[in-house]
């Protein structure tokens, strides 16, 4: 049975924002479709305050009632953090087709992040590869200065290998 708005953490939790009569039946049907905990909320001020205290996978706004309460809605859309907008209307929409969308929206938002994780990554293992050339760079040019302490020179072939075994496993990497 899905939980009313009470303050408690938990992980992979759905917030469904609706006053319809119908959100129990809903949210139950949620939970058994998704595998997901589901806690409902009957108004868009307590979504926002449920918000503010949890971390939820999806919020399921009934589009009606988000509507009649527009002023709440910039709150709401401020405080959902990692979470998932779905935009469903309980009106004319069953269990079945709220499901649907969740589970689209959220396999988008999946795919979305990856591709972010992606570059991220490419990005990261880019800037490591030219700081690692501008080290190597810099140690062999020093390293050909004339008059060069033999200990200095040590410590400069020391830093030159460690940067080449650095760019050695940024490239096993890739």
């Known amino acids: 049975m899905p939980m009313p708005c009470v303050g408690?953490?938990?992980?992979?939790?759905?917030?469904l924002v609706t006053s319809s009569?119908?959100?129990?039946e809903c949210g139950e049907a949620l939970e058994h479709a998704v595998g997901e905990s589901v806690q409902t909320c009957e108004t868009v001020r307590k979504a926002v305050s449920m918000l503010r205290s949890n971390e939820y996978s999806a919020v399921i706004m009934?589009?009606?009632?988000?509507?009649?309460?527009?002023?709440?809605?910039?709150?709401?859309?401020?405080?959902?953090?990692?979470?998932?907008?779905?935009y469903v209307n309980l009106a004319i929409s069953n269990?079945?087709?709220?499901?649907?969308?969740?589970?689209?929206?959220?396999?988008?938002?999946?795919?979305?992040?990856?591709?972010?994780?992606?570059?991220?990554?490419?990005?990261?293992?880019?800037?490591?590869?030219?700081?690692v050339?501008?080290?190597?760079?810099?140690?062999?040019?020093?390293?050909?200065?004339?008059?060069?302490?033999p200990d200095t020179i040590e410590k400069l072939t020391s830093v030159c290998q460690l940067a080449s075994n650095i760019r050695s496993r940024l490239e096993s990497v890739n």
């Open 21 to 24: 009569h119908r959100r129990v």
């Open 133 to 149: 050339t501008g080290i190597l760079l810099s140690t062999e040019l020093a390293m050909r200065a004339p008059e060069m302490h």
């Open 62 to 86: 009934d589009d009606p009632m988000v509507e009649a309460e527009g002023d709440a809605l910039d709150a709401l859309l401020n405080n959902l953090g990692l979470a998932v907008p779905v």
């Open 8 to 15: 408690h953490r938990e992980e992979n939790m759905i917030l």
């Open 95 to 131: 269990a079945e087709r709220i499901t649907r969308e969740l589970r689209l929206a959220m396999r988008r938002n999946r795919e979305s992040r990856m591709i972010a994780v992606r570059a991220a990554e490419s990005q990261l293992r880019s800037e490591i590869r030219d700081a």
